[in-house]
């Protein structure tokens, strides 16, 4: 039955009508010719039983008299008259006790087929499936003499139940035929209106044409439906009309959109949303294939100064001029993108060794270190690069990005203008950092850091002249942390600021306090850092802190190292001089480690030079340290800055350094950095 539901289901629209018509009809068709047949049944029944009535009601008129003298024979010849009716099958007479008198069979078989009831049966009649039986009294005169007995066959009946079914059969398929008929011409007023609408539909679906027309000219529902049809099509084809310039405007327009979206505007290269897009692609394709693909993480190094120096136009030039020359120095199919500010990624596929990414990355740098001329200024740009390779490092894309960046960041911690390769206890060192940056975010809200101060004495006396202020981190967790391990991660994540201000601050507090002690011949000297130096505002926190803390400026040196120098140019010239009038004195530490000229120290307002430890350990006895400390003592007399020496830690050091002419200087023989109450002390002993 469900075969048959989905089988109609699937059919057309005429199908189904058609189904529906025949079915209704040959219904009530088959209905009609049913109670036709069962009237029909009942009157030949009917017919059956008057007849063998008659029959019944002839043959005991005629018999009363030989059953009243028990003459049999002549009985039996009246029910031979019988033989005309040949739907008689048999019949008896019985006696007035119910024995059986005489009987009767039409066909001789009968006797063998059926069997005559022993005794007279009740008065009436009986239909079966195949016989009529029939029981009668016979009498005369109201004197009852005895029954008779007839059983009739219904075949003749049956005979013609067959001929009237023949009949009806075939009038009904007569009539089914002339109703299909009917109904096809009548379906075609309903389905070629809808068959137009299905055609023209498909022909609108495989070609797009709206310009085909549904005939919609009856004035029934589905002409309504062609007519709204119709109207739709002719505002489609309007509308196809005024939208073909507007696509054409979007396409324009998306093409625009898409190059935005993917390309960096500066550079013309693609931008980090392609560089993430298409590396996932290569790094799915390299995992499928069992190839390795390599991810180069570039960072110009000292970009922002150019941009913050000469402009934003000759930062847009310079990274110009850096993607032309980072795209040379490429492979052809190799991946470059600009993910960043100053940063740029590349995609090295089709790599059989991480060598061949050094080869690479060792071209980009040899590249990006010839000199660039913008705008009349001759500028050198360098960059570091980290490396990681797929799949030895990550199988996934942001781990490969990060390893990469990993990579770069160690780069950068070994000196800039180089690449590193990432390996695996990268990972540990930058959670380490990672750990360190966000500790140090805290510290100074935590009260963490403390100053201690390392005396500074002149060699002839003794007698302390002043102080080198410190920092120290002390971490509950930790103890104290060494500065050399903290000072590069705050100068790198820019809190070097806050914290070197903070320094200058507590410094100049604890010098006031040590100068309201009668102390005033003592001076503080603090390390300025080169991301401090940086700062725009630089000059006006220096004065704010000077007037804040009340004390005599010339009594505080600012310690510059040569790095900071060796590049500056007019502008860092006269932010010098501007600390400079404000009284404050200038020193350069660690001097003797850079780049140690007269040419650019004359250029510049400084006071004081400090010879680094590293010169003064092997004094006296190195001969190269003692010419060199001489020199540096020789030169400083010169420019007429006076010289101080660090890391003094025997008496033969200090007596070197006085007889040659260093008169100053600090170190563990005279005492190590302690905090500021163990300086206290120590006046306390001189003035013992």
Known sequence: MQSALNWLRKQPIATKLKMLHLATSGTVIVLASLMLLLTQFYFFNRGLLESTNSHAAMISENVSAAMMFDDKKAAQEILASLRA????????????????FVNYYQNIKDKEEY???????????????????LSQPVALQNNRLGSIYIQADLYAVYSQMARYLAAIIAIMGISLLLANAFLRRMQREITDPIHSLVRASETISEHGDYTVR??????????????????????????????????????HIQTRLDKLAHYDNVTNLPNRHYFNEHLSHVVRRALKFDIKVVVMFIDL???????????????????????????????????????????????????????????????????????????????YVGASIGISVC?????????????????????????????????????????????????LRHALELQEFALYYQPQVDLATRRIIGVEALIRWVRPELGIVNPVEFIPAAEENGLIVPIGEWVMKTACQQLKVWHD?????????????????????LLERIAEIVRETEIDPSTLHLELTESMLMDAGTTTIKKLEQIRALGILLSIDDFGTGYSSMSYLKRFPINTLKIDKSFVQDLPQDSEDSAITKAIIAMAHSLKMSVMAEGVETEEQAEFLLANGCLNSQGYLFSKPVPAEQIALFFELENA
């Open 85 to 100: 009716s040949p739907d008689i099958e048999m019949a008896a007479l019985y006696d007035r006790q119910g024995n059986l």
């Open 115 to 133: 069997a005559l009831p022993p005794r007279t049966p009740p008065p009436g009649y009986t239909f079966t499936l195949q016989h009529l039986t």
């Open 214 to 251: 549904v005939d919609g000219g009856t004035p029934d529902e589905i002409g309504l439906l062609g007519r709204s049809f119709n109207h739709m099509l002719e505002r489609i084809q309007r509308r196809d009309s005024d939208l073909e310039d507007e696509i054409t405007q979007r396409k």
């Open 301 to 379: 190094d000292n970009f922002k100064l150019v941009n913050d120096t000469l402009g934003h136009h000759a930062g847009d030039t310079l990274l110009r001029i850096v993607a032309e020359r980072l795209s040379e120095s490429l492979r052809f199919g190799d991946t470059i993108s600009r993910v960043g500010g100053d940063e740029f990624a590349v995609i090295l596929e089709n790599v059989e060794h991480a060598s061949q990414a050094a080869m690479v990355a060792e071209k980009c740098l040899a590249n990006l270190g010839e000199a660039v001329q913008i705008d009349g200024n001759e500028l």
């Open 391 to 439: 799949p030895e490092d990550a199988s996934d894309m942001h781990e490969l990005l990060k390893h990469a960046d990993t990579a770069m960041y160690f780069a950068k911690s070994r000196g800039k203008n180089n690449y590193q390769i990432f390996l695996p206890e990268m990972n540990q060192q930058a959670q380490k950092r990672l750990i360190l940056d966000t500790s």
């Open 517 to 537: 002690l009668g102390l005033t011949h003592l001076s503080m000297s603090v390390n300025l850092s080169g991301r401090q130096f940086k700062e725009e505002t």
